[in-house]
Structure formats: C-alpha cells, structure tokens
C-alpha cells in the first residue's frame, strides 16, 4: 500500500510540473521524465490484484479498477483534447453513424501516460489473452512485450496508433460497438474515466453488453468514478459451458450525456490498418 502511495505522488508531482510550465512541452517529452512516468505507472499496475482482476474478467469479461488515474492526472490527460498536433485523426461521431460526440486518436510517439499506461497494462494482459485465445481454439500466442505486439502489428500493416481520447457533450452517446482496426485484434481494452459523474457530467453511463448462442443480449451498466479504469473484452471472449467452452459475442457503447461534458481515455492495444 505504501509503495503505491508513493507511485501515485510522483506521478501528481510530474503533472503539477507540467501544469507549472516547468520547462514546458520539451521537458515534458525528456527521456529521464518518460523513464519516471514509465516506473511509477508499471509500479501502480503492478500492485493491482492480477489474479483477482483474471478471475473477473474470466467471470464476467469485464472488471473496474478504482481510482487508477489521480484527479490531476484525468484533468492533464483531458486537457490534451486541445492540443491538436498530438493527434492523427479526428472523427465527429454522427458523420458516420457512430452516435454523437467526437474523439481524436493519439498519433506517435504517444504521451508519456498513455504510453506507460498501454505498455503496463499489456505485460498484465497478455497471459489473460492468450489463455482466452486457446480457450477458443485460436492459433499463435501473445508475446510477453508490448512492443513486440506492436512489431507483429506493423509487419501486418496494421501501422497506426490506437488510443483516443472521446468528448461527449449534452445529448451526446456511443452506439454500442467493437474496436476492431484489422486482422489482427487483442482481445482486451481499458477505459479510463476522466471526468466526474454528478460533477462534470450527468448520464454518459458505460454500457457493456454480450450474446451468448440461443440466448437473449445481457446487459451491463459499469459504475465509474473519475480516474476508474474498466477492463473489458474488445469482441468476443470464452465462457464455459456443459459441452465446453464457447465464444460469447459483447459491444461496449456510452449512454446518453445529459449535462455537462465527459471525457475519456481509451487505450486499446492492436494498431489499425
């Protein structure tokens, strides 16, 4: 507990310099403060109850990790949505049938949160994966390295950064959906919470819900708080049955903001085409 104390304070006090203006944009981007932000975020993810965190997501395909992000780390991660040089792509949801709202994704090289963040959160993840993968009787496994992931990516074409950052605005929602960018898709994503609800944002609930074969859709409505992350499955994910194990179908999407706006992070782990 001490331990993860004090990673969240080095983390605070990396934000609050960047916030001062402590030698601005260029030392932020330094190699001695990314290697800091890298440290402290493994550190944090790596005090988290993996084996916990496994059984839910076994369990129900879904799990909430409280008050991953401190409440200065959600408003600095929020307030990139401005800074339009950090992103690739900006996509206006009700252009292409996607509901209302907007998100940008993050072009490379990454913020260093974002990236200590995908990296971290990978390392914990791929056993879940691959374990998931043979389940289901898929082929090949999930290296242990993000980067290596990566790697396999690109040499299949799937080249461009994944992670976003989405505003919803009032009258704003996500219809329910699957983050998938190629062939190649890792079976996990985390969303982080930056905005607080009954504060910031009213409604905006996030929504998770799966078909299992003969059966009717189950829904899930995922109590989040600023800076909660949800681990949850991209597309499909094993669940066993009499005869064995089965694939069950699941979409996330965003209810309805009523007031106020929300923001959030998405850190998905297979680059896009």
Not at 89 to 100: I, L, N
Not at 242 to 270: K, P
Request: net charge positive; aromatic share 10%.
């Amino acid at each position: 507990m001490a331990l993860k104390r004090a990673n969240r304070r080095a983390a605070r006090s990396l934000f609050d310099r960047k916030k001062r203006g402590a030698g601005g944009a260029a030392a932020w981007q330094t190699r001695g403060m990314t290697q800091m932000i890298d440290t402290a975020v493994a550190a944090r993810i790596a005090a988290c109850d993996w084996p916990a965190i496994g059984g839910a997501l076994d369990r129900d395909g879904w799990t909430v990790l409280p008050r991953l992000l401190a409440a200065n780390e959600c408003d600095g991660t929020a307030a990139l949505y401005g800074e339009e040089g950090r992103f690739r792509s900006h996509v206006q949801m009700a252009r292409h049938g996607f509901g209302r709202g907007e998100y940008r994704y993050f072009a490379y090289p990454l913020p260093p949160l974002v990236a200590a963040l995908r990296a971290a959160f990978y390392a914990r993840l791929a056993p879940v994966a691959n374990r998931w993968h043979e389940r289901m009787g898929r082929a090949g496994a999930f290296p242990a390295d993000h980067a290596d992931y990566l790697a396999h990516c690109h040499a299949g074409g799937q080249a461009r950064p994944t992670p976003l950052l989405l505003q919803y605005g009032p009258g704003d929602y996500n219809c329910l959906h699957r983050d998938l960018y190629g062939a190649e898709v890792f079976p996990l994503q985390v969303a982080v919470l930056l905005s607080a609800p009954g504060d910031d944002f009213t409604g905006g609930e996030f929504v998770l819900t799966e078909q299992r074969p003969r059966m009717q859709s189950r829904a899930a409505v995922v109590p989040l708080g600023k800076g909660d992350a949800v681990i949850f499955a991209v597309n499909e994910r094993p669940v066993a049955g009499s005869r064995g194990d089965y694939r069950v179908a699941m979409r996330h999407g965003v209810s309805e903001v009523r007031t106020g706006r929300r923001h959030t992070l998405g850190v998905i782990f297979h680059d896009a085409a």
